[in-house]
């Protein structure tokens, strides 16, 4: 059964950080690409961050980019999101999913980001 598991969100005020952290059983974690997404309320999803196999090519959203970062550990099925200079528009429900972009699937029951003052 394959599992993820996102955790890490929390309150946080503007201009600061969070690390979202997922972990993922169930499939070999390592052969596959895996990415980010978010629902904001009242949005629909959108993906935030993708990561190939290898840990070595990442892609990101125009809105995130040079704030987000994307990695992953495939000795310990880990995948993470380390969140910078974070903005009220960044408070969503954060997905951990496999695979890349707009086909990526998630099996993950998210965790709430909030950023307010």
């Known amino acids: 059964e394959v599992q993820l598991q996102a955790s890490g969100g929390g309150l946080v005020q503007p201009g600061g950080s969070l690390r979202l952290s997922c972990v993922a059983s169930?499939?070999?974690?390592?052969?596959?690409?895996m990415s980010w997404a978010r629902q904001a309320p009242g949005k629909g999803p959108v993906w935030v961050a993708n990561i190939n196999r290898e840990g070595d090519r990442t892609q990101y959203q125009n809105f995130v980019q040079g704030r987000f970062t994307i990695s992953r550990d495939n000795a310990n099925n880990m995948l993470y999101l380390q969140m910078n200079n974070m903005t009220p528009e960044d408070t969503a429900v954060y997905y951990c999913?496999?695979?890349w972009g707009i086909g990526a699937q998630t099996w993950d029951q998210g965790t709430q980001v909030t950023v307010s003052s």
């Open positions: 999913a496999r695979g």
């Open positions: 169930g499939f070999i974690f390592r052969n596959f690409d």
